[in-house]
């Protein structure tokens, strides 16, 4: 399995980049001992949502698939976990079952929501176009749930005020639990991180990861090679959206809280940006991409959110115009033609 | 020798024309097959029939004995159905060979892949740009490709539409001399194709198509003979 950490549907693959990588993780890993538990709390929040830009990056990027309905997923995971957790009890591992059933309810979301799109051979711009819709029908109806009345169980919706209460999340250990709570939910997220990266970069190298990119070059072809092209999608739509799901629990045991604003518009555009901006075709792209933005966004919105929003907007149409691949793989491509070219200058018998 | 493909009465009409209209047609095993016919006469949809992308408004396709009629394109694959498609379409931003290998990785155990993969490269002359990008290749390179990755499949049954065109009169024989090989070695094949050189090269038996009907069918040489043939071909002529 771990040879399929490299191949040819991820970019970084040489020692050059493990070693980087590695360099990159144990600065991730001592960071909290050279700063303030502000800043690791912040940083911690901006790697919550990461897992959505990678399952963005993994259904649009790898297989076709525009989804605009992470954020529908984020608001499954993050109600879900809230619903759940409150009903259930932070104690005796409840909030990490909490996490573990509202990612399934987002996965079990996707996989009915998935067929009948997939199975459905709704594709391209009208994949798009339909996952928005969904996503802005979950936003109105929460927008809505203020009154007593929109209660699960012991969960009040609340509305647009948004739902809280829920307790963060806790590791069980040996008939104690582990309060996940600033640095340590820094490094939970940092672990949960860098496995579903690994993770992904198996899968996107594997087999399956063929079948993927062979669907998003030219769909009729993989199929007439024999591939059931709508059930590689559907399980694709699957672990995308489950990520989103992922993020919207982390983002709400962060804070404890969460409202229908995380799901609407804007928040449903930003993992496109993201996504877009730093290339959709590679997960290493999409984590550092997002990662840059997240901080960036956040460092613009201190002054203005509208100047922050406007940036994005401007940054999107910036991409698609000058770099449609994406400006961290149009960089890395370019580098590596430019370096490619001069070995060629250099070497030119060997080249032919 | 059994019959591998047998189309009977096939039709499929779009708003109420009929592209295809009550086609039989019987396919033994190892035979080379060929498919002519002026254009418009339906021979690339029934194609799509067979294979499954259209599915047929009347009639049914049985396939080694049994009824796919109502089997979407992959699981006819999977049986040993194998396409070539009438444009090239190979997966352009991906290179050659991982083209192949998602041809091949279907059914060939991981550890026979490379081999598989070096000796279709080697069969396709497309050694020296396995690497590059297959939206690359030439024209003619990519017809190539895309052949070998029908190939690939190991198909009891082999389906080209027009493998020759665009290609030069070197590179024609050269994938008449395959298909020949390929035949040799046990694979069924049916082309439709324009260019009568190659279809004397390669063909056993010949249909004619003509308006979504069989005109006629027979040798190369009965279908040459036939008056009626050359008719339809200089009437599609005139009236083009």
Redesign the interface.
């Given at each position: 399995m771990a040879n399929l950490l490299n191949g040819?549907q991820t970019l970084g693959n040489g020692r050059g980049f493990w070693i980087a990588a590695t360099l990159f993780l144990v600065v991730a890993l001592a960071y909290p001992t050279f700063t303030d538990p502000y800043d690791v709390g912040n940083t911690a929040y901006f790697l919550c949502w990461i897992f959505m830009a990678l399952g963005l990056s993994l259904m649009w990027g790898y297989n076709g698939m525009l989804s605009f309905c992470q954020t529908f997923f984020f608001g499954l995971g993050g109600y879900g976990y809230g619903v759940i957790e409150v009903n259930l009890g932070a104690g005796h591992g409840g909030a990490m079952a909490s996490l573990i059933a509202a990612v399934a309810v987002a996965g079990a979301a996707a996989a009915l929501l998935g067929y009948f799109l997939i199975y459905g051979r709704i594709s391209g711009m009208f994949f798009g176009i339909v996952t928005f819709a969904v996503t802005l029908a979950l936003a109105f109806f929460l927008n809505q749930t203020a009154g007593p009345e929109w209660h699960i169980g012991l969960a009040r919706l609340n509305g647009f005020n948004g739902m809280q209460g829920m307790t963060p999340l806790a590791l069980p250990w040996f008939g104690h639990d582990i309060d996940l709570e600033g640095t340590a939910f820094y490094y939970f997220v940092l672990v949960l991180l860098v496995v579903t990266y690994l993770l992904l970069r198996v899968l996107v190298n594997s087999?399956f990861g063929?079948?993927l990119?062979?669907i998003r070059?030219?769909p009729?072809?993989?199929?007439?090679?024999?591939?059931?092209?709508r059930k590689y999608s559907l399980i694709t739509f699957v672990i995308g959206s489950a990520l989103g799901g992922l993020s919207g629990v982390l983002y709400c045991s962060w804070g404890q809280f969460i409202s229908p604003s995380s799901i609407g518009l804007p928040a449903a555009a930003m993992p496109v940006v993201w996504v877009a901006f730093s290339g959709r075709s590679d997960l290493t792209a999409s984590l550092a991409g997002t990662l840059l933005l997240l901080f960036g966004f956040q460092a613009i919105t201190i002054y203005s959110e509208q100047l922050a929003l406007i940036l994005m907007g401007v940054l999107l149409a910036g991409t698609v115009l000058l770099a449609p691949n994406g400006l961290v793989v149009s960089s890395v491509n370019g580098l590596v033609r430019r370096r490619t070219r001069r070995r060629a200058v250099l070497t030119p018998s060997l080249q032919r | 020798m059994g019959t591998l493909l047998d189309v009977r009465g096939i039709s499929k009409s779009f708003g109420g024309l009929f592209a295809v209209a009550e086609v039989d047609l019987a396919i033994g095993e190892r035979e080379i097959h060929c498919l002519i016919g002026p254009n418009g006469a339906g021979k690339s949809t029934l194609f799509k029939l067979i294979i499954g992308t259209y599915a047929p408004s009347a009639g049914t396709v049985l396939f080694g004995g049994a009824d796919v009629t109502r089997l979407p394109a992959f699981s006819r694959v999977a049986r040993g159905m194998s396409i070539k498609m009438q444009t090239p379409s190979v997966f352009r931003a991906l290179p050659v060979r991982q083209n192949l290998r998602i041809a091949l990785q279907h059914h060939v155990q991981p550890h026979q892949a490379l081999g598989e993969e070096e000796r279709l490269i080697a069969l396709l002359g497309l050694a020296s740009d396995a690497d590059k990008p297959a939206g690359e290749l030439s024209h003619g390179q990519q017809q190539w490709l895309e052949i070998g990755m029908a190939l690939a499949l190991h198909p009891r049954l082999l389906l080209l539409d027009e493998p020759t065109a665009g290609l030069s009169p070197d590179e024609t024989f050269r994938t008449g001399q395959l298909i020949q090989r390929l035949n040799a070695e046990g694979a069924t094949v049916l082309v439709v194709e324009h260019d009568m050189t190659f279809v004397r090269q390669i063909a056993t038996s010949v249909t004619v198509l003509h308006l979504g009907r069989v005109f006629a069918r027979g040798t190369i040489e009965e279908i040459i003979a036939h008056p009626g043939v050359e008719e339809i071909y200089l009437g599609a002529a005139h009236d083009a």
């Open positions: 040819p087999r063929n079948v990119v062979a070059e030219d009729l072809r993989a199929e007439l090679l024999g591939y059931d092209i | -």
